[in-house]
């Protein structure tokens, strides 16, 4: 396998939550995460050691945890994408 088809580091955890106001209250105060900014009421953005947190609401499937996502970071998405899909990932949609 080619470093260039390698996952690195976790840069981005995506978590739907139903209420984006309400969870940003809980890992902003009560867990004591950096804020970074919102976009607009259902989107908003923490860090977490360097690892970005991003809170939103439902989207696609529509259920809560249904479409949280990790985002990692590497040097090259379109053959990394290519190279995961052969190894057996399911290709939702190309980068």
Excluded: W
């Excluded at 950096?34 to 923490?46: Q, V």
């Excluded at 479409?67 to 040097?75: D, E, K, P």
Aim: glycine share 8%; with cysteine.
């Amino acid at each position: 396998m080619s470093d260039s088809h390698k996952l690195d580091a976790i840069r981005q955890i995506a978590i739907t939550v139903s209420d984006v106001a309400l969870a940003l209250r809980f890992y902003r105060d009560v867990l004591g995460l950096n804020f970074l900014f919102s976009a607009g009421p259902n989107l908003a953005f923490l860090d977490s050691g360097g690892i970005r947190l991003m809170l939103s609401t439902p989207q696609g499937d529509g259920r809560v945890g249904c479409n949280s996502i990790l985002y990692f970071a590497v040097s090259d998405i379109v053959a990394t994408h290519a190279a995961l899909v052969s190894r057996g990932a399911t290709d939702e949609r190309s980068p």
